[in-house]
């Protein structure tokens, strides 16, 4: 397990690298990559892939809360975030980026987080041509 925050930024980093290689512009190949196949088979691959993996973590999580083994909770929360990972590539992000957004969230309630949304949505929506009061 990694020692620290580095080191898990660090394997998060080396992870997203070894999937922008397996890219079709980098020459990834279908036949021989998983994550080359899911490229070439296009987003809406990916995510059906991150949808079922989700669904996977539930069902984990739930099987552990009546007795069964928490482990597999962390192994389906790796499968997701790698699928994750797949599809922060295809957008041109790295799991830095989420890192940030995490860094910019923390200190701020979740409640506060989630109302300031909804105002600034309400606010775009206004200043959208044909949007809000005339």
């Known amino acids: 397990m990694p020692s620290n925050p580095q080191s898990t930024l660090d394997t998060l980093m080396r992870l997203a690298a070894i999937i922008d290689s397996r890219k079709p512009a980098a020459g990834g190949d279908p036949q021989a990559s998983y994550v080359a ?3 070439h088979k ?5 995510l059906k892939k991150i949808g079922e993996e989700a669904t996977e973590v539930v069902m984990a999580s739930k099987d ?3 007795g069964g083994d928490a482990a597999k909770v962390v192994a389906e929360v790796a499968d997701l975030w790698f699928h994750c990972m797949i599809a922060l590539s295809h957008h041109g992000l790295s799991p830095a980026d989420v890192v940030a957004e995490l860094e910019r969230r923390e200190g701020t309630s979740g409640i506060e987080e989630k109302a300031l949304r909804k105002v600034q949505a309400r606010e775009r929506e206004e200043g959208a041509p044909g949007g809000g009061a005339a």
């Open 64 to 66: 552990a809360d009546r």
């Open 37 to 39: 196949r899911l490229f």
């Open 42 to 46: 296009g987003p809406d691959a990916v």
